[in-house]
């Protein structure tokens, strides 16, 4: 559960949209809702002293005296409405901007540094980063929102009609023996024991209530994640037949969800019973405290009413508490979800500080020193690299399977935590990596071709041409069509996509993680060949298995399970037989 510190760490990270850039749109939209709900107030005020009047023209028969109120009560009404729906707009606008600029704080620190990246591979216990970003920063603007205007709103009712109640109760006498107790604003006092006791009650009986809503937050995440899942691989589960796993894995998730359900439903049915009875017999308590003046004839039948009236706001704002307690409960739910995942990503900062060093100096040349590359457990992979890898030259690292050559194909785009050593890149150079699954935002293939730097423009006719050379030329026709390119296309062709992306950047280092695996030799042999001859002037460093591959490079280096490794010069002679072992 969050303690108070958590929260009050949340609610000033979140609240800092009143102090950001954007705080003159922030202040003005919170100045117009302030206003409406005062003028509303007002309003309610000005209805409640209505009914005085309206109420004493009927017992008095005045008929010209019940139009004349009734003229007025239609006027009021027309204001109300149009303060309310301009009270609407500005709440929903400036939800809409503050959940606009908190969306976007943790969509920049989600991504900044490869936090996203890390939450995965560092195996942290944030279970659904996607739904806390969009579900939960939503719901928390709603029930903030709701809260604190809430709680404006009603503290302004509970100043002004108490003023009015206190005016109405007169004074009460009790008598007891020879003592005669005076309780000035008897009514207001009466009000706030009566909301003070039901408030106490109702937190005592649904204290449970927060930590299951906090549990249901967390099992709705875990169900939609594996929905997900099967969503995300659904071609390898349908090869596997895999539906009977998936449904029963789905359902035990969905059990968890139901449990949970029925115990917010029992909290809930407490609550609501204690409710629901509180507020009914508020209505007979409000004139039992008043029917003393009544019934000796201190006040007339439209004070009856105006201090029911009175009464009612009064204690609608004392029992704020009583009525919000569920949506107090979902919002501890929801800062304890913000909190934790804002805190990890915080944490997880200095754990992606690897103990090496990747640097980039204005130099022509990629140097690595005394390199160790270690798995997430400490475990080295591969021991002391030393090698330099000269512009334009070509390199092809080979290994058997877990021998750490993606790992280090990682290391070298600077995205993976564990090594010692020193790596110098040549700072000012273009640099791509391709891994052996490419990735394509659903979009035109156009702009699946040029991302991410979607900015520079490349002619259809170059496009075009591209594809053609990398073995697509059906997609020359679909530049403009929006699809979801890596579920229609095959793995091979995704790979020919990701080529004819790397040579439409034109990078001066090509790092290429067994980016040609899922093709026939006769075509990666032709993509090579027109890697080589559309980027002459590229570094070429690729990760792969096949031999057909030594041909397309200068030198290899080989990586044993031990760790172990050997740099050799790949010979025309070994084009036709073995690496060295």
């Not at 919002?331 to 997880?348: E, P």
């Not at 591969?382 to 890898?389: F, G, P, V």
């Not at 929006?482 to 990078?507: F, N, T």
Request: glycine share 6%; proline share 4%; with cysteine.
């Amino acid at each position: 559960m969050p303690n108070i510190a958590s929260q009050i760490r949340l609610m000033r990270m979140a609240l800092g949209y009143w102090l950001s850039h954007k705080s003159l749109t922030a202040w003005l939209l919170s100045l117009f809702v302030i206003l409406c709900t005062i003028i509303l107030v007002g309003l309610n005020l000005y209805l409640n002293k209505w009914q005085a009047e309206f109420y004493n023209y009927l017992q008095r028969y005045h008929f010209d005296g019940f139009l004349s109120t009734l003229l007025q009560f239609l006027l009021i009404s027309c204001l109300y409405v149009i303060i309310s729906g301009y009270q609407a707009y500005f709440r929903l606008v400036l939800h809409l901007r503050w959940r606009q600029w908190l969306t976007e704080q943790y969509i920049d620190r989600w991504l900044h540094q490869h936090i996203y990246y890390y939450l995965n591979i560092l195996g942290t216990p944030i279970d659904n980063p996607a739904q806390r970003i969009s579900e939960d920063v939503h719901l928390f603007v709603t029930h903030t929102l709701d809260l604190i205007l809430g709680l404006l709103r009603h503290s302004i009712t509970l100043v002004a009609f108490s003023a009015v109640l206190w005016q109405l109760s007169g004074q009460l006498k009790v008598s007891w023996f020879t003592y005669e107790l005076v309780i000035p604003g008897y009514l207001v006092w009466a009000a706030f024991l009566y909301a003070a006791s039901g408030t106490w009650l109702t937190v005592k009986a649904g204290r449970p209530l927060i930590r299951q809503s906090a549990i249901q937050q967390a099992t709705e995440a875990q169900f939609r994640a594996g929905l997900d899942r099967v969503k995300d691989h659904d071609e390898c589960i349908a090869l596997y037949g895999g539906e009977s796993k998936e449904r029963s894995s789905l359902m035990d998730q969905f059990q968890k969800v139901a449990r949970n359900c029925l115990d917010i439903a029992k909290s809930t049915r407490t609550i609501t019973l204690f409710s629901a009875a509180y507020s009914q017999v508020s209505i007979v308590f409000t004139f039992l405290v008043a029917a003393p003046r009544y019934f000796n004839q201190e006040i007339q039948l439209g004070q009856l009413f105006e201090i029911s009236g009175a009464y009612w706001y009064v204690h609608s704002a004392f029992s704020y508490i009583i009525d919000s307690y569920n949506r107090i409960a979902l919002w501890k739910a929801l800062v304890h979800r913000l909190q934790f995942f804002h805190t990890t990503m915080n944490q997880i900062g200095p754990l992606t500080l690897a103990p090496g060093r990747l640097i980039n100096e204005k130099t022509q040349s990629l140097s690595i020193a005394n390199l160790t590359v270690l798995s997430l457990q400490d475990q080295p992979l591969i021991q002391d690299l030393t090698l330099t890898i000269n512009p334009k030259e070509r390199l092809l690292i080979s290994g058997s399977t877990g021998s750490g050559k993606t790992t280090l194909f990682r290391t070298l785009a600077g995205i993976w935590p564990n090594f010692h050593g020193r790596i110098v890149k040549p700072g000012g150079r273009s640099m791509m990596f391709l891994p052996q699954s490419p990735y394509f935002p659903v979009d035109t293939l156009r702009n699946v071709l040029l991302y991410p730097h979607l900015s520079q423009s490349v002619s259809e006719e170059r496009l075009s041409n591209v594809l053609h050379h990398c073995k697509l030329p059906r997609l020359a026709s679909q530049l403009d069509d929006i699809v979801d390119w890596g579920k229609v296309l095959s793995v091979g062709e995704q790979q020919c996509l990701s080529i004819s992306r790397a040579i439409l950047h034109q990078p001066e280092w090509l790092f290429l993680d067994e980016a040609t695996s899922s093709m026939d030799k006769t075509t990666e042999y032709q993509l090579y060949h027109y890697l080589r001859q559309s980027l002459p002037n590229t570094a070429l460093i690729s990760i792969g298995h096949r031999e057909t591959l030594d041909e397309h490079h200068q030198r290899g280096l080989q990586i044993n399970p031990s760790g172990s490794w050997h740099l050799f010069e790949i010979s025309k002679p070994l084009r036709m037989g073995k690496r060295p072992s």
